[in-house]
């Protein structure tokens, strides 16, 4: 049995500045510890894996990386993994 979440994201409406990154921020919600995840700049989507945790919830952010620092937060989003 697969376990994944299609992310994806609208890139930010920032004429002057192009974001250098994006980092998905994700963890278990029964968890204090997250894991991050970059992804190319060209990319506003990601397969993210949830296995081999089953029926289990998770928060995940996604925020875009600029030169001069991190942009906002989209989320947290919570959302349980097949079972």
Do not use: C
Not at 1 to 6: D, W
Not at 15 to 26: C, D, F, G, L
Not at 42 to 68: K, N, Q
């Amino acid at each position: 049995m697969l376990s994944a979440f299609n992310v994806s994201w609208q890139p930010p409406n920032t004429p002057s500045s192009q974001p250098v990154a994006y980092v998905i921020r994700y963890k278990m919600t029964s968890s204090s510890m997250a894991k991050e995840i970059t992804v190319s700049p060209e990319r506003t989507y990601f397969l993210l894996s949830t296995y081999p945790h089953f029926g289990v919830e998770f928060s995940i952010e996604v925020y875009a990386r600029f030169d001069i620092g991190n942009g906002e937060s989209a989320g947290p989003v919570i959302i349980r993994s097949s079972k």
